[in-house]
């Protein structure tokens, strides 16, 4: 889910605004979390800060066309770029793997 607040820029300390879910209040003491198509309607504007999140992956691939041509204007960037500008790359995870030493074998000398 997104997350939207007010900016401390913001004229009032509280705004009530209405999504697809209905209405809900957003203040700049804390957060409130939205769905990625309502927060695409407020990302850009200058009393809110919205934050998508790795969870809003599909839903920000499947906007319609409306609310991406929105988000492409705010970003300033292609319908394609969108959810790349968003979200940051996923981060793969290496692990570092150490050689094992081979031990040489003992070897019996005959006399």
């Known amino acids: 889910m997104a997350t939207i607040q007010l900016s401390e820029f913001c004229w009032a300390d509280s705004l009530k605004l209405s999504g697809r879910e209905g209405k809900f209040e957003v203040s700049k003491a ?8 309502d927060a695409s309607h407020y990302y850009g504007g200058k009393n809110v800060v919205v934050v998508f ?11 319609p066309e409306r609310e991406l041509a929105m988000l ?7 319908p394609d770029e969108v959810v790349s500008t968003l979200l940051p790359k996923k981060k793969t995870i ?3 793997t150490t050689a094992k030493k081979a031990t040489p074998k003992k070897t019996e000398t005959s006399e």
């Open 30 to 37: 804390g957060t409130v979390k939205v769905s990625a198509y």
């Open 53 to 63: 999140s790795e969870s809003d992956r599909k839903e920000l691939e499947s906007l």
């Open 72 to 78: 492409c204007s705010a970003l300033e960037c292609q």
């Open 94 to 96: 290496r692990r570092k």
